[in-house]
């Protein structure tokens, strides 16, 4: 199996910043596409960021110039560093990795059970 395990979250004051971690372990050949979803009280999981195997990244509109996704493939590792934080940024973030178990199996997604960001003074 593959467990992904996300850390760095926290109660931070707006206008702060966090780097949150994610490790995928476990029974990994490969993986593909990472990155990072949130979802806040009361609402649906959107997506943050992701990052391709060799670093092309995506951002939602509402975190571009402030949040920056990074990996390091040898760690199987995914980062997130928040910057500028906003209330409106509390959320859940939870790691999405696409990961090959063997060489010939299909990529499958697997999720983290998240981290929780508060911003609030």
């Known amino acids: 199996q593959v467990q992904l395990v996300e850390s760095g979250g926290g109660l931070v004051q707006p206008g702060g910043s966090l780097r949150l971690s994610c490790v995928a372990s476990?029974?990994?050949?490969?993986?593909?596409?990472m990155g990072w979803y949130r979802q806040a009280p009361g609402k649906g999981r959107e997506l943050v960021a992701t990052i391709t195997t060799d670093e092309n990244t995506n951002y939602a509109d509402f975190v571009k110039g402030r949040f920056a996704i990074s990996r390091d493939n040898a760690k199987n590792a995914v980062y997130l560093q928040m910057n500028s934080l906003k209330p409106e940024d509390t959320a859940v973030y939870s790691c999405?990795?696409?990961?090959?178990?063997?060489?010939?199996?299909?990529?499958?997604?697997?999720w983290g059970k998240g981290t929780l960001v508060t911003v609030s003074s």
């Open positions: 476990g029974n990994i050949f490969s993986i593909n596409d």
């Open positions: 999405n990795a696409a990961v090959r178990t063997t060489p010939t199996l299909l990529l499958r997604g697997y």
